[in-house]
């Protein structure tokens, strides 16, 4: 996997499984790595510890939250490169939501979800398309679907609901950026050991562990591999597809 003059804009990278994408893109040569997030203290940390370790990187803030936001970022981005090589799209809202049957969520927590996993994610492909389209090296888009979308995690189900259509959006704009030789891809993750995932019941890790065909918890770099591919140019002729990442707790 060879990142080599790739510009990748990754979103959500400030902690986690996210800083864990920049983490492997810096490892695959990656030209410049733009690190993505609201959180402006531990996202500019990550930057310059990427940098700490020789790679090219920044932080720049973003809240996907905020049509504006999303078109001052992409103008930055513009701005600065000119283009765009790899897109990530990881950034949403997962912390602290769970737990809740669909009668018990509230109208506000939903269209909060939405508006961040959702239509986020369509904003920020809408504003970084052209750069992409700008790519020598043929775009890539990778979006963070959840493999909670494919076996129907119960009392989750504005998070399950966004993931799904993740999905579904996956392969809408791979079709419509095709022509652009831009692939669009998304993977569907289990549980990972991350901050984000740490209130989550000890009875629903567990049942992660003990479903999987690999019977263990999952990290983030089990994870990461198959993003650093998908932003490769080796997975040119690769678009369209869900990729779970969950030790063969669900199958596609």
Same mark, same amino acid.
């Given at each position: ?5 790739? /510009?990748?804009?990754? +979103?959500? *990278? =400030?902690?986690?499984? $996210?800083?864990?994408? !920049? %983490? ?17 203290? /531990?996202?500019?940390? +990550?930057? *310059? =510890?990427?940098?700490? $370790?020789?790679?090219? !990187? %920044? ?32 950034? !949403? ?33 809408? !504003? ?125």
């Amino acid at each position: 996997m060879n990142l080599d003059g790739r /510009i990748i804009v990754i +979103t959500g *990278a =400030a902690r986690g499984l $996210g800083r864990g994408f !920049a %983490e492997a893109c810096a490892k695959a040569g990656a030209k410049h790595i733009i690190v993505a997030d609201i959180r402006e203290d /531990i996202g500019e940390e +990550t930057a *310059a =510890a990427l940098r700490d $370790g020789g790679a090219s !990187a %920044e932080f720049l803030k973003v809240d996907l939250g905020d049509p504006e936001s999303i078109k001052a970022f992409a103008a930055q981005v513009e701005r600065a490169h000119g283009h765009i090589d790899g897109l990530v799209n990881n950034g !949403a809202i997962a912390t602290g939501i769970g737990g809740k049957t669909f009668e018990e969520i509230d109208i506000e927590t939903w269209d909060l979800v939405m508006r961040v996993n959702v239509r986020g994610l369509w904003l920020m492909v809408k !504003a970084m398309a052209p750069l992409l389209r700008k790519s020598t090296l043929g775009g890539r888009i990778v979006n963070l679907a959840s493999d909670t979308a494919l076996w129907g995690a119960p009392r989750l189900l504005h998070y399950v609901g966004s993931k799904g259509a993740v999905i579904s959006m996956t392969r809408s704009l791979a079709r419509e950026l095709g022509a652009d030789n831009i692939a669009v891809n998304a993977i569907a993750p289990g549980l990972v050991l991350v901050e984000a995932t740490e209130y989550v019941p000890q009875e629903r890790k567990d049942t992660y562990v003990s479903g999987r065909a690999i019977q263990r918890a999952q990290h983030p770099d089990d994870t990461v591999g198959v993003v650093a591919f998908l932003l490769s140019s080796e997975a040119g002729f690769v678009t369209g597809q869900l990729i779970p990442v969950n030790g063969g707790f669900v199958f596609n």
